[in-house]
């Protein structure tokens, strides 16, 4: 049985500017983004000024877009998958080569003893 933990609503409305800036073509103002979500103007600029902090969104002029943040763990998380991906790979090479073997071992000596 697994828990049940209750959800924090700022995480919540910083998911939610998250994804609305993610589907902007351009740079949108925090009024913008608070009509748009619901949010009001001044919580919404909160966590934008610390999206900012942490380089998950930027300000250009009195317009805000997603920062290189989320690109850099993407990207690290992309290079992690690949790398396991190709020792996973690896791994089912090597145990078709040693099957290979095997089978290759266990003809041999069934041509043996035929003869």
Same mark, same amino acid.
Request: proline content about 1%.
């Given at each position: 049985?697994?828990? %049940?933990?209750?959800?924090?609503? +700022?995480? %919540?409305?910083? *998911?939610? *500017? /998250? ?6 073509? !351009?740079?949108? =103002?925090?009024? !913008?983004?608070?009509? #748009?979500?619901?949010? #009001? !103007? ?5 966590? /934008? ?9 930027? =300000? ?18 992309? =290079? %992690?998958? !690949?790398?396991?991906?190709? %020792?996973? +790979?690896? *791994?089912?090479?090597? =145990?078709?080569? $040693?099957?290979? $073997? #095997? ?5 041999? +000596? ?6």
């Amino acid at each position: 049985m697994s828990k %049940s933990y209750k959800r924090i609503e +700022a995480v %919540s409305k910083t *998911i939610a *500017i /998250l994804k609305y800036l993610g589907n902007c073509k !351009e740079p949108v =103002s925090g009024v !913008e983004i608070g009509k #748009a979500l619901g949010i #009001a !103007e001044g919580t919404v600029m909160c966590h /934008l000024a610390t999206l900012e902090d942490g380089g998950f969104v930027v =300000s250009v002029g009195d317009r805000w877009m997603l920062g290189t943040a989320l690109a850099l763990i993407w990207a690290r998380v992309k =290079s %992690s998958l !690949e790398a396991d991906m190709k %020792s996973t +790979a690896n *791994i089912r090479r090597v =145990s078709n080569e $040693r099957r290979k $073997r #095997a089978n290759l071992k266990f003809e041999w +000596a069934f041509l043996q003893c035929e003869r």
